[in-house]
Each structure stands twice: as C-alpha cells, then as structure tokens.
Nanobody, 128 residues
C-alpha cells in the first residue's frame, strides 16, 4: 500500500500559479497510476488530472491548458502545476494512487466507484 502526503497549497489571486506535490512512500510507487482530485465542501470529489506508470496523462476539461501533471519516479513524487488559476479552482486537492488503471480511468475513478489510496489533502484558495 502507498502512503501519500500532499503539499504546496495556499492562497493566490486569480491568474496566479501554484505547484502541488504529492510524496509517496513504498518501493512500488512507479507501478501506480496517480491522480489529482479536488473537493469543495458539500460537493463530491472530482478528478482533475491523472498520469499512469507509462507517463500517459488525462485532464478534466475545466483545467486543460492550465494545469500540468508530472511525476518523478526517482523522488516518488507527483506534481500538479497550476497556472492561470480561477476562483472556481478553490478546493481541497488530494492525490491518490491506483494500481492497474489507465490515466483515463483514474480521472473518472469517482464515477467508477474506485477510491484508491488517498493523501490528507491540501487547500487551494483563489481570490478574485
């Protein structure tokens, strides 16, 4: 099982940037597909971006062209670079690890009822 710890959240003005990091423990990290999700209080968790063990990526339409997911297997870390942030990006962001799923499937994991291994989350607040 993979243990995940997110960091990098904060408060920024609209148009600003943040980079989130998710550090994973476990020697088999490189075999997992990784996803970033976000949740606003009172709403369901939604997939934002995902990357599989081969480096294939998937993005939610709402963040395409603004967010970039990447991974560094040597550091057991997955990143989410967020640019041109909007107030509607305000949420708690979580990373999750999935075995045996494509990035396309990870992005839709909530719809598929697949909950994987989760970190504790990091808050992102974007003010207008």
């Amino acid at each position: 099982q993979v243990r995940l710890v997110e960091s990098g959240g904060g408060s920024v003005q609209a148009g600003g940037s943040l980079r989130l990091s998710c550090a994973a423990s476990g020697s088999t990290y490189s075999r997992y597909s990784m996803g970033w999700f976000r949740q606003v209080q009172g709403k369901g968790r939604e997939g934002v971006a995902a990357i599989d063990s081969e480096g294939s990526k998937s993005y939610a339409d709402s963040v395409k062209g603004r967010f970039t997911i990447s991974r560094d297997n040597a550091k057991n870390t997955v990143y989410l670079e967020m640019n041109s942030l909007k107030p509607e990006d305000t949420a708690t962001y979580y990373c999750a690890a999935y075995a045996g799923m494509t990035s396309y499937q990870v992005l839709r994991a909530m719809t598929l009822g697949q909950f994987g291994n989760w970190g504790q989350g990091t808050q992102v607040t974007v003010s207008s």
